[in-house]
């Protein structure tokens, strides 16, 4: 997940047909990633990611403070070798099972598509 941050790739993974509800509080983040977005220490290009995301990244039930911050996590353009990947939720344990002996990793459920919100991806806490 490279350039366009997780917010602008997985917004070109719905192609504005469904929405998603980004579950925040599980995304892996490396120790102080947080803080450092909370501080501002930021790439320059997550500014431009920022206001692309405007149109389509809804603040869903963050406050203003963990909007912003997340909303830097979010759009920020680096990779840490990260892969997204859409799973049929009756294939999700299947694939996670597959994930934890293949790699030995522990995957990450972040969100799911809805057709509640087309096209929006909407940050909420839990």
């Known amino acids: 997940v490279t350039g366009f941050g997780l917010a ?11 929405g998603v509800d980004l579950y925040c509080s599980m ?19 997550t500014f431009q990611v920022i206001e692309w995301a405007h149109g389509y990244l809804d603040r869903g039930n963050l ?18 070798g990260g892969l997204l990947v859409a799973i049929p939720s009756e294939q999700a344990a299947h ?14 459920l ?10 929006v ?3 909420l806490r839990g």
């Open 8 to 18: 602008g790739h997985l917004h070109e993974m719905t192609a504005d047909n469904v």
């Open 27 to 45: 995304l892996p983040l490396f120790d102080g990633v947080y803080q450092l977005s909370a501080d501002f220490c930021r790439p320059g290009k």
């Open 63 to 80: 406050d203003d403070e963990d909007y912003q911050v997340i909303e830097g996590i979010v759009c920020d353009p680096q990779s840490s």
């Open 95 to 108: 694939f996670e099972d597959l994930i934890k002996s293949g790699l030995g990793r522990e995957p990450s």
């Open 110 to 119: 972040i969100g799911c598509f809805t057709e509640a919100h087309p096209g």
């Open 121 to 123: 991806i909407r940050l």
